[in-house]
């Protein structure tokens, strides 16, 4: 038995939702437990749990965004998120919910199988430690 946890495949999947999403910076208060959807395991969505801590400008968007505490995330455990790439966990969310079952339709069938951790390839961490998804890089889409 091993405590590491499995190093997920790269497998860059299209994630139309996540841009279009219309979600507003109050939707989230600080002290909300949330997940960023990463990609596909054992047949469901896996992602990175986070905390919301204050307000923060997200400037990869320049909007206003959220800074997350990720208890797992070693140097950059704090980092700053646009709020349409978040989903509660610490509530029934309606609205959280409609998105998550969108993006479990639309990915679930196109990594079907086994247990294999899937990164789907839509975020990445700038040095000023924003996370950015795929189509908000500028230049991008
Ligand atoms: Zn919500």
């Known amino acids: 038995m091993s405590l590491t946890p499995p190093t997920p495949v790269f497998a860059p999947t299209p994630d139309p939702l996540t841009p279009d999403r219309d979600i507003t910076h109050a939707h989230f208060r600080a002290g909300d437990t949330v997940v960023v959807l990463k990609g596909v395991a054992g047949g469901e969505l ?3 749990a986070m905390r919301v801590i204050t307000p923060s400008w997200h400037t990869p968007t320049d909007e206003n965004g959220w ?3 990720d208890a797992t995330g070693g140097a950059q455990s704090y980092i700053t998120a646009h709020p349409r ?3 509660h966990l610490s509530r029934r969310c309606p609205d959280c919910l409609i998105h998550l079952r969108a993006m479990e339709d639309r990915l679930l069938p196109k990594h079907t199988g ?7 390839g839509w975020y990445t961490t700038t040095a000023l430690n924003q996370l950015v998804h795929i189509a908000d890089v500028r230049g991008g889409r």
Do not use: S
């Open 46 to 48: 896996w992602g990175d």
């Open 67 to 69: 800074r997350l505490r």
């Open 85 to 87: 790439y978040l989903v």
């Open 114 to 120: 086994d247990n294999t951790l899937i990164d789907c």
